[in-house]
T-cell receptor, first 113, second 110 residues
Framework: SQTIHQWPATLVQPVGSPLSLECTVEGTSNPNLYWYRQAAGRGLQLLFY??????ISSEVPQNLSASRPQDRQFILSSKKLLLSDSGFYLCAWSVLGQTQPQHFGDGTRLSIL | RKEVEQDPGPFNVPEGATVAFNCTYS??????FFWYRQDCRKEPKLLMSVYSSGNEDGRFTAQLNRASQYISLLIRDSKLSDSATYLCVVNRGSARQLTFGSGTQLTVLP
């Protein structure tokens, strides 16, 4: 069966510091991969998605970036965090196809001080 | 108009009650529909897909009305463990991207 791992679970970072969140998927090949952010009490905002190694599509211009160095690895980064980057970051995967849902990792709760 | 709209609630219902959630979507080209549930401070989890003919999974029934661009979720015999936020999810016309509604909060009271 497929599993998705995301870490760390919680993170407290000062403004201006860098960020690296990692997500890996097991038990499947060539997954679509996604990064979402959920602000407190709000809906999910799609940040990036990837359909293959090295292929990244950005949904919202901001100071975050994503990379996919391996088929089942997806990384979210920032060189300098802003206060507004606080939130709940979720990685998800799906199988390519019109009717396939997305499956989420446990999420990373990021607080910027 | 939002791509996916839901009544935010909250819905507070007694155990055993039947509760219905509604959702509308704006993209007539959408072909995939889902309901997710999200517990407080947790990740969303797939509850069920929604099929054109309607489908049922135990106490949960989902309906789709393409003409009205409307999706519903019915929960019968509510349990305390059903307390969560229910997210209506629609694909954007691209298989790769889903749009999540802001969710409807449900609290089942003893």
């Amino acid at each position: 069966s497929q599993t998705i791992h995301q870490w760390p679970a919680t993170l407290v970072q000062p403004v201006g510091s860098p960020l690296s969140l990692e997500c890996t998927v097991e038990g499947t090949s060539n997954p679509n991969l996604y990064w979402y952010r959920q602000a407190a009490g709000r809906g999910l905002q799609l940040l990036f998605y990837s359909v293959g190694i090295g292929q990244i599509s950005s949904e919202v211009p901001q100071n975050l970036s994503a990379s996919r160095p391996q088929d089942r690895q997806f990384i979210l980064s920032s060189k300098k965090l802003l206060l507004s980057d606080s939130g709940f970051y979720l990685c998800a995967w799906s199988v390519l196809g019109q009717t396939q849902p997305q499956h989420f990792g446990d999420g990373t709760r990021l607080s910027i001080l | 108009r939002k791509e996916v709209e839901q009544d935010p609630g909250p819905f507070n219902v007694p155990e055993g009650a039947t509760v219905a959630f509604n959702c509308t979507y704006s993209n007539s080209a959408s072909q995939s529909f889902f309901w997710y549930r999200q517990d407080c401070r947790k990740e969303p989890k797939l509850l069920m897909s929604v099929y054109s003919s309607g489908n049922e999974d135990g106490r949960f029934t989902a309906q789709l009305n393409r003409a009205s661009q409307y999706i519903s979720l019915l929960i019968r015999d509510s349990k305390l463990s059903d307390s969560a936020t229910y997210l209506c999810v629609v694909n954007r016309g691209s298989a790769r991207q889903l749009t999540f509604g802001s969710g409807t909060q449900l609290t089942v009271l003893p």
